[in-house]
């Protein structure tokens, strides 16, 4: 199969491209400017490197609303990129930073008349604890989701969705929910399955057969530019909807993570653990780690018993029909670009 073409080039244009120094939000950013594009980027803390790319710079948190929202002054196109990810900590910390800075940066786009809005959201806002093999956009939002993250994401993606061709801008807004992004650069991932193993740390939760969609980073920036590009259409525009991105090549989860570590040249794993025993024991440590205040991460929770024991591929047919979306890097390319680097 041939390798599709990049998506073309808009013109230059000034765009604001919110958590740019992250993994995703620099990718985009350096595709941004080979178009041209005057880009200004949000992040926490101080990037020189990013400086003398000719990015503006604005270190601000999330949080701080009239900042994130008077970024937007001035711009075409804004990609929002950034959030609090994690699958623990306060909901107060994930509040301020999902949802209160969504909505400045809605509010910042409407007040200074953004013609586009491309946010970057995350398909656990479907989260619903079952097997998730095949199924598309119709899924419901996640009811009590046992994790703050996707919980503030799906307040977040509704108040984008909702802002959609609304005046007095008549901005237009799309979401994309890539999932488990990797690919060269990345900081998350990869090294984290990788730390895991080596300390001894991983188990196969469940019976090890359980399917999940990977997302090269090269794609979901295709995506982006795409949906940017899409929200300028006349005809069967995407504005107002969300969409699954994927490589469209789900893998067996524990066999590419054994793979991965022989690659590696880590042990393989072969210490399994039951989903319901995983799913109990989440439980017993979230209660500790509340009790107790401990910091960090518990070693396990329900939400990451259930995301590792279970299918979690989607079908991405209306991302192909109605942004144009093909993943052009496979998984095989991926992989052999990532070990050579």
């Known amino acids: 199969m041939p390798i599709p073409p990049e998506p073309p080039n808009l013109p230059p244009r000034p765009v604001l491209v919110t958590g740019v120094s992250g993994f995703v939000g620099q990718k985009l950013a350096q595709r941004l400017l080979a178009q041209g594009c005057k880009i200004t980027g949000i992040c926490r803390r101080s990037r020189p490197d990013l400086e003398r790319l000719g990015i503006e710079m604005i270190y601000a948190d999330l949080s701080d609303a009239s900042t994130i929202r008077a970024a937007c002054e001035g711009k ?3 990609f929002h990129v950034a959030a609090k990810v994690g699958i623990w900590g306060k909901y107060e910390d994930f509040q301020k930073a999902n949802v209160e800075g969504t909505q400045a940066i809605i509010n910042g ?3 200074f008349g953004v013609k586009k809005l491309v946010y970057t959201s995350t398909p656990s806002v479907v989260f619903n604890g079952k097997d998730i093999s095949g199924e598309d956009e119709s899924l419901p939002y996640g009811e009590s989701i046992p994790c703050p993250y996707p919980t503030t994401k799906v307040i977040s993606e509704k108040a984008v969705l909702a802002a959609h061709d609304l005046p007095p801008g008549h901005l237009k807004t799309v979401a994309l929910r890539p999932h488990l992004i990797w ?5 998350n991932l990869v090294p984290r399955v990788l730390d895991r193993a080596k300390a001894g740390r991983l188990r196969i939760v469940g019976d090890g057969k359980n399917r999940v969609d990977l997302t090269h980073v090269d794609n979901v920036v295709d995506a982006h530019l795409l949906a940017e590009i899409a929200l300028d259409r006349e005809e069967n525009n995407p504005g107002g909807k969300a969409y699954f991105i994927s490589n469209d090549e789900p893998v067996e989860l524990w066999p ?3 793979q991965l570590l022989k690659d590696h040249g880590v042990n393989p794993l072969e210490k399994r653990i039951s989903l319901s025993a995983a799913y109990r024991l989440g439980r017993v440590m979230e209660a500790i780690w509340k009790l107790f205040g401990i910091k960090g991460e518990p070693p396990m929770t329900r939400f ?14 209306a991302a192909k029909r109605d942004l144009g979306y093909q993943p052009r890097v496979s998984m095989e390319a991926g992989m052999k670009a990532y070990l050579a680097n």
């Not at 990451?304 to 047919?317: G, N, P, Y």
């Open 304 to 317: 990451v018993a259930s995301e590792l024991a279970k299918d979690h591929w989607f079908d991405i047919s």
């Open 183 to 187: 690919g060269n650069g990345d900081p």
């Open 109 to 111: 786009c409407r007040d």
């Open 256 to 258: 590419w993570i054994n």
């Open 76 to 78: 075409d196109t804004v």
